[in-house]
């Protein structure tokens, strides 16, 4: 399986915005670039996956390097209910594989 | 819809004893995952099924663990006999079609202390 590579942690003040970066020099033609998170006692839950061009949606903005070698999560405005631990997945296919993610501490 | 379901929220039980986890996909899902999550191995599968067929079991730790599919709408995977390592949280999780561009839909899992 491709891998990433996730900072172990990161910490954000409120109302301030995030962006948290992923590695994934190995990625194929095919894997589609996912975000997951998991908020504390919870299972994880999906945030936004993307192939090449950038995505948007409600919960967050994914930036993808033209390359595609590395990719950006971008939390527009952080809030101490975004702490959670954010896992960045190739899928190609297979099974999600998930990694140990980064940790994401909110400050108020 | 309710998302994905599972039964109990928490299982406590003893050394030697069978344990049954349950869980119901969401309806019209194709593929149904079984995921174990610890703190020394974080977030592991175990195994997988496409349209109630079991596909990969390679990450079934053990013959003490078992899985079934008997219909579209229900899955259990069974303990037995259960060991203190096989502590951990049990998610079961869904998608409806096993495609690179598709989401997975997580249960909220099911915490299971063996003492």
């Known amino acids: 399986d491709a891998k990433t590579t996730q900072p172990n942690s990161m910490e954000s003040n409120e109302e301030e915005p995030v962006h948290l970066p992923c590695n994934h020099s190995?990625?194929?033609?095919?894997?589609?670039i996912h975000w997951y998170r998991q908020l504390p006692s919870q299972g994880p839950e999906y945030v936004i996956h993307?192939?090449?061009s950038n995505v948007n949606n409600r919960m967050a903005s994914l930036a993808i390097a033209e390359d595609r070698k590395s990719s950006t999560l971008i939390l527009h405005r952080a809030t101490l209910r975004d702490a959670a631990v954010y896992y960045c997945?190739?899928?190609?296919?297979?099974?999600?594989?998930f990694g140990k993610g980064t940790r994401l501490s909110v400050i108020a | 819809d309710a998302g994905v379901i599972q039964s109990p929220r928490h299982e406590v039980t003893e050394m030697g004893q069978e344990v049954t986890l349950r869980c119901k996909p969401i309806?019209?899902?194709?593929?149904l995952f079984w995921y174990r999550q610890t703190m020394m191995r974080g977030l592991e599968l175990l195994i997988y099924f496409n349209n109630n067929v079991p596909i990969d079991d390679s990450g079934m730790p053990e013959d003490r663990f078992s899985a079934k599919m008997p219909n579209a709408s229900f899955s259990t995977l069974k303990i037995q006999p259960s060991e203190p390592r096989d502590s951990a949280v049990y998610f079961c999780a869904s998608s409806p079609v096993g495609l690179a561009n598709e989401k997975l839909f997580f249960g909220s899992g099911t915490q299971l202390s063996v003492l």
């Open positions: 993307g192939l090449t």
């Open positions: 309806s019209g899902h194709d593929y």
């Open positions: 190995t990625i194929s033609g095919t894997d589609y």
């Open positions: 997945i190739l899928n190609g296919n297979t099974p999600l594989v």
